[in-house]
């Protein structure tokens, strides 16, 4: 079993603080995922029993209810959210070709990528059918933005694999797309679903942009620096699978012509093996790539935390605060 | 180049009466398969352009019209409908490891299978974008129920994968939800958004479920009965994959002993061949599947025209009648 870390504090305090709502939305969840077709349930409950941080439908709840919500269509909308996210996992772990989430073996190895496929679609039609019992439009236009954008940001992802010439601002675009998208719809429907004004929707949205880039970039520069037990997958797992992070575009910018060399030696090739992680690791920290890789995640950090200005003080605001200290300090 | 069928004849006389509307969605479809990753265009394009017959957003066009819509938004939902399709082929594509659509070859191939169920992903977000624009509540709920029950639809048969002994009430519920469930919206969608009363959605709404079954049911005889040069594709995809449809079904129902063994010994093999196909459509042959299987579809044809009943008399409906027609005596 895994232990619990330290850094899971500031996520354990924000959900005490909203209990009862995560409660109702994990029962929500569980509640869409029910089909006459056994292998629906089957599949859907193995992801999701995984659990994971449950961030995104945390922000959901936590910025309606900092904007003092007054029904419980938000509970409806962190479902919904979580649902589009395991509908992405899904499919992103048939992709990837990923043996393990979490520590346990991926629902495509356990079925197979045809049930992940189409269970995927399963989840994200019900994700929405969700939204419209909100009568939203307006969480529905930022969640299926979110939809069209996390897809867009794969296949960027996908078509720039092995691509060591990859610019920054196509990284940037690729994170801000797959990751911090549905982070900042995520927080945003918590404040339209709330009557707030457009000002401060704006403000969460970018809060929940700042706040998934910077998560993005911390999980980036674990899968160099974490160590497996923590992390539930493999050290190395971007490297071998070709995706050209931060911290490899970081030493590649830095380095002299033998280590470009190298670096193409390595990413030209269709498999990589342990001595490649070793040798990347060694120009990683030569050119200290993963500090600066957390240096950009902290000021992605810092704006999260300007965002939050706005809002009087109060325990929840406070939650989120530490919400994005905790994205940067955590070990998986 | 493929012949023109006489066939076709219905399809063409109703594009005629909503020729601009056609000509716009067409526009509006390829208006927002664009995007800076270029593989997104590139993918969509090769799969839009393969054309197939559009019937479903004709479907949205011709109900809005002949229900007098007074905006354009019927347009967005016949493209929504047409994108929210394209996305299952795809990911369809991916989980039947078809070689061939419309007599060319399928985008995971061309490209691979990543590509084509991101891509996929990503229509189906622009498909829900174009639906939100149209600001109606009531035709995203239905388009979201069809969502999600389509996806239903292709893990019930993907389970049903090789089992002979599937119920004839479940091969029904397969092609209820992987067909007719999107031709059902499309149409009642055309109503909706023309602001017709729920007693003439439903009417329409049942006008589609009752053409789609009649659709998939005549697709399903031509798996066994059509000519390769007209489908597009080869005969006999099904039985290769291991579908059991109502062609088979109904000759397993009157089978004696030695043919339930024979059976039962085809689809156990992981791979069938030609011979098993001879053997198969013999069986088919004695006991009149494909005659039984078109008398359904007759029959859920009649309906349809039946769901007509209530509407005045005009041009366009009586295209939609000549269209079930066409369903029923088509080659391809």
Chains 1, 2 share one sequence.
């Not at 904007?67 to 990837?96: G, K, M, Q």
């Not at 060591?164 to 945003?188: G, M, P, Q, R, V």
């Not at 490297?239 to 931060?246: A, N, P, S």
Request: proline residues 2%.
């Amino acid at each position: 079993m895994k232990k619990i870390s330290k850094a899971d504090l500031p996520i354990k305090e924000l959900v005490e603080l909203i209990k009862e709502d995560f409660i109702k939305t994990d029962k929500l969840i569980k509640n869409q995922i029910t089909s006459e077709v056994d292998r629906i349930p089957e599949l859907s409950n193995h992801i999701i029993s995984l659990g994971g941080k449950r961030l995104r439908p945390i922000l959901t709840i936590a910025c309606a209810k900092m904007l003092n919500t007054e029904n419980n269509h938000h509970i409806a909308l962190a479902a919904a959210v979580e649902l589009l996210h395991t509908a992405t996992l899904l499919h992103d772990d048939v992709v990837d070709e990923s043996y393990f989430r979490r520590g346990k073996e991926t629902s495509h190895i356990l079925w197979d990528n045809k049930s992940s496929i189409l269970v995927g679609d399963y989840l994200l039609g019900k994700a929405f059918q969700l939204m419209v019992k909100t009568g939203s439009l307006q969480c529905l236009e930022t969640l299926s933005n979110a939809a069209a954008i996390i897809a867009e940001g794969e296949v960027l992802q996908l078509v720039a694999t092995n691509n060591i010439n990859i610019k920054k601002s196509d990284y940037i675009k690729i994170i801000e797309s797959k990751t911090a998208a549905l982070f900042s719809s995520a927080c945003e429907v918590g404040g339209i679903i709330s009557n707030s004004p457009s000002e401060i929707n704006k403000s969460l949205f970018s809060f929940g942009r700042n706040l998934g880039t910077s998560f993005q970039l911390i999980d980036d520069a674990l899968d160099y620096s974490g160590s497996s037990d923590n992390l539930g997958k493999n050290i190395g797992d971007d490297f071998y699978d070709g995706k050209i992070t931060l911290p490899i575009i970081i030493a590649f910018e830095k380095a002299d012509e033998n280590e470009k060399y190298i670096w193409k030696e390595i990413f030209q090739k269709k498999v990589r093996n342990e001595k490649d992680l070793i040798i990347a690791n060694n120009l990683i920290e030569k050119h200290k790539s993963i500090e600066k890789t957390i240096d950009l995640a902290n000021k992605y950090g810092d704006d999260a935390k300007k965002d939050l200005s706005i809002f009087n003080e109060s325990p929840i605001k406070k939650g989120l605060v530490n919400l994005v200290d905790f994205s940067l300090i955590r070990d998986h």
